[in-house]
């Protein structure tokens, strides 16, 4: 049964996630005047097929790990085009349509997060209050005096350094240990300082300083919040509270919330070059499929944010300059806009063959990293 839910789960969240991100083409595509031949879900042989009046093929396929649009296209040559059609080619197009079209599959998986979040808070969520345990020795937060039982409360990004007992400017106010967390990942991913305001067991408030040289810095081999000294209290008597906001708040916590997950993952993905990041934390459809099953089984929410969470990473994934993905398509438009003049095909085509490489290589290690997680003893 439980592997039937995983099953049922993972197909409804390639569902969701592929269909967005393809829609946001189609939609776009339709909008600046481009015709759509085809939108398909998934590759291989197709299982259901619907064309439309205005001769777009909707096609359901096989191979349920992905999708795509294909537009009306000169340089296709398998596409004839007629001299009253050539106006609805995608190549006949300005530039800055042709990015548009581009890029809407990558910006629809940040607006499907934005709902998915913002749906979520106004159902109202349970929240792990910011109450600290006590820190580790040799932490930070135990050499700046912070004691088990203070409660996060607010937050400040400090642009500078500044002395321990800050206490001017405006802090934000911090909700949840969730939202703390993020906002932790935020500054250590980007090494920035920040100040604390907390409310101690007496209900006093004080301020803490987060000098940007004290912090640790983020290695795959150690863990930030042990050395940072932050974690929260998770025992039995901690009681949770509830999140719950209206649709306008909700809209706009959700985008604050998808700026600062998108700007985490970026600099993570960027720690992949740099090694900050460990290639291990790959995953792959053994991963979202566990993943999926799992948040499915707690609750529809939870199922909720792990579609919002997986869709922030799709439209960021898309947008990597890669031949194959939007962003290697982006980057040909930004060269195109910088010399005037587009990429030759035949320079597209050995670029394709390339990009084909790397990401068969990166599915092959998150496979790999799937297989080792999930398969050894």
């Given at each position: 049964?439980?592997a039937?839910?995983?099953?049922?789960?993972?197909?409804?969240t390639?569902?969701?996630?592929?269909s967005?991100?393809?829609?946001?083409?189609f939609?776009?595509?339709?909008?600046?005047g481009v015709?759509?031949?085809?939108?398909?879900?998934?590759?291989?042989?197709?299982l259901?097929?619907?064309?439309a009046r205005?001769?777009?093929?909707w096609?359901?396929?096989?191979?349920?790990?992905?999708?795509y649009?294909?537009?009306?296209?000169?340089?296709?040559s398998?596409?004839?085009?007629?001299?009253?059609?050539?106006h609805?080619?995608?190549?006949?197009?300005?530039?800055?349509r042709?990015?548009?079209?581009?890029?809407?599959?990558?910006?629809?998986?940040?607006?499907?997060?934005?709902?998915?979040?913002?749906?979520?808070y106004?159902?109202?969520?349970?929240?792990l209050?910011?109450?600290?345990?006590s820190?580790?020795?040799?932490?930070?937060a135990?050499?700046?005096?912070i004691?088990?039982g203070?409660?996060?409360?607010g937050?400040?990004?400090?642009?500078?350094?500044?002395e321990?007992?800050?206490?001017?400017?405006?802090?934000?106010?911090?909700?949840?240990?969730?939202?703390?967390?993020?906002?932790?990942?935020?500054?250590l991913?980007a090494?920035?300082?920040?100040?604390?305001?907390?409310?101690?067991?007496?209900?006093?408030?004080?301020f803490?300083?987060?000098?940007?040289?004290?912090?640790?810095?983020?290695r795959?081999?150690?863990?930030?919040?042990?050395a940072?000294?932050l974690?929260?209290?998770?025992?039995?008597?901690?009681?949770?509270?509830?999140?719950?906001?209206?649709?306008?708040?909700?809209?706009?916590?959700?985008g604050?919330?998808?700026?600062?997950?998108?700007?985490?993952?970026?600099?993570?993905?960027?720690?992949?070059?740099?090694?900050n990041?460990?290639?291990?934390?790959?995953?792959?459809?053994?991963?979202?499929?566990?993943?999926a099953?799992?948040?499915?089984q707690?609750?529809?929410?939870?199922?909720?944010?792990?579609?919002?969470?997986?869709?922030?990473?799709i439209?960021?994934?898309?947008?990597?300059?890669?031949?194959?993905?939007?962003?290697?398509?982006?980057?040909?438009?930004?060269?195109?806009l910088?010399?005037?003049?587009?990429?030759?095909?035949?320079?597209?085509?050995?670029?394709?063959?390339?990009?084909?490489?790397l990401?068969?290589?990166?599915?092959?290690?998150?496979l790999?990293?799937?297989?080792?997680?999930?398969?050894?003893?």
């Amino acid at each position: 049964m439980q592997a039937l839910i995983t099953l049922a789960a993972f197909l409804v969240t390639l569902g969701i996630l592929v269909s967005f991100h393809e829609f946001g083409h189609f939609l776009a595509a339709r909008l600046c005047g481009v015709r759509v031949l085809r939108f398909a879900l998934g590759f291989g042989k197709p299982l259901f097929t619907y064309v439309a009046r205005n001769q777009t093929e909707w096609v359901v396929a096989s191979i349920p790990l992905g999708g795509y649009v294909k537009l009306l296209d000169g340089r296709d040559s398998s596409q004839t085009i007629s001299p009253e059609a050539r106006h609805e080619a995608f190549d006949a197009k300005p530039l800055w349509r042709r990015s548009l079209i581009v890029a809407a599959g990558p910006l629809a998986n940040f607006l499907l997060a934005i709902v998915l979040f913002a749906l979520i808070y106004m159902t109202g969520v349970a929240q792990l209050p910011a109450r600290l345990e006590s820190p580790p020795e040799q932490s930070l937060a135990a050499s700046l005096g912070i004691a088990a039982g203070d409660r996060v409360v607010g937050w400040k990004t400090l642009t500078a350094d500044v002395e321990d007992g800050v206490s001017t400017g405006d802090f934000e106010p911090v909700l949840s240990w969730n939202v703390l967390r993020w906002k932790l990942l935020d500054a250590l991913t980007a090494q920035e300082g920040f100040a604390l305001e907390l409310a101690g067991a007496s209900g006093a408030h004080y301020f803490k300083a987060f000098q940007k040289a004290d912090l640790p810095q983020m290695r795959p081999e150690t863990d930030p919040f042990r050395a940072l000294g932050l974690r929260p209290q998770v025992n039995g008597q901690v009681a949770l509270q509830e999140l719950k906001l209206g649709p306008w708040e909700a809209l706009t916590y959700a985008g604050e919330r998808v700026w600062l997950i998108t700007k985490v993952s970026t600099r993570l993905m960027m720690g992949l070059l740099t090694g900050n990041t460990s290639l291990k934390q790959l995953g792959g459809p053994l991963s979202i499929a566990d993943m999926a099953g799992k948040s499915a089984q707690v609750g529809w929410q939870p199922f909720l944010a792990f579609l919002a969470l997986l869709s922030i990473s799709i439209g960021l994934l898309n947008l990597v300059p890669l031949p194959m993905l939007d962003g290697g398509q982006l980057l040909y438009d930004a060269w195109e806009l910088v010399t005037g003049r587009r990429i030759s095909i035949s320079a597209q085509e050995q670029l394709q063959k390339v990009g084909f490489l790397l990401l068969i290589s990166l599915s092959l290690l998150a496979l790999f990293n799937d297989l080792q997680r999930y398969l050894s003893p």
